[in-house]
């Protein structure tokens, strides 16, 4: 036979629950503001060019979670700085895989494509980055300036075949002072 619990048990059973249930929840509060800090030190330590505290910080936070997006994109902005554009891309190709619906990935590893001349790449790295955010102003804007240049690199073989066109020549001129004014 079960013995009835009393109300004063019930209480008590209720108040350790509730215990537990907050001390788990500012545990976790507390863990993601620790994460929060360390994506800021690393942040603040790439800035500063302490590029191998921040890749130690990195490589043991991705021990530790070898999937961590953010952490992911930390990494190839050090490959970046370090001169290791390669790596770098290859990192962020790797993390669009992981996480399609992430648009800065994609963003990241276009502007490191454009770098490299690779503008229709960089395209398609910026329609994926627009698909998984449609209102993500930074990559609609780099799309932009990668339709431009593609379009530069258009009047420029245009005017290898006629050089005397003078339309071609205004639009061309048009177009480089546009890219030369953007940041």
Known sequence: ?????????????????????????????????????????????????????????????????????????????????????QAAMDTLQALTQSFPELAEPHNNLAALLVRDNRHADALVSLQAAIKARPDYAIALENMGDVYAALASASYGKALQVTPNQRRIQDKQMSIEQMLKAAP
């Open 1 to 85: 036979m079960w013995a009835n619990a009393s109300p004063t048990t019930d209480i008590h059973c209720c108040m350790r629950f509730l215990i537990s249930f907050a001390l788990s929840c500012a545990l976790m509060a507390l863990s993601a503001a620790a994460r929060a800090d360390l994506y800021n030190d690393v942040n603040r330590m790439i800035q500063n060019g302490q590029l191998e505290k921040a890749q130690r910080q990195v490589d043991q936070r991705l021990q530790t979670a070898p999937t961590d997006p953010q952490m992911r994109m930390l990494l190839s902005r050090i490959q970046d700085a370090q001169g290791q554009p």
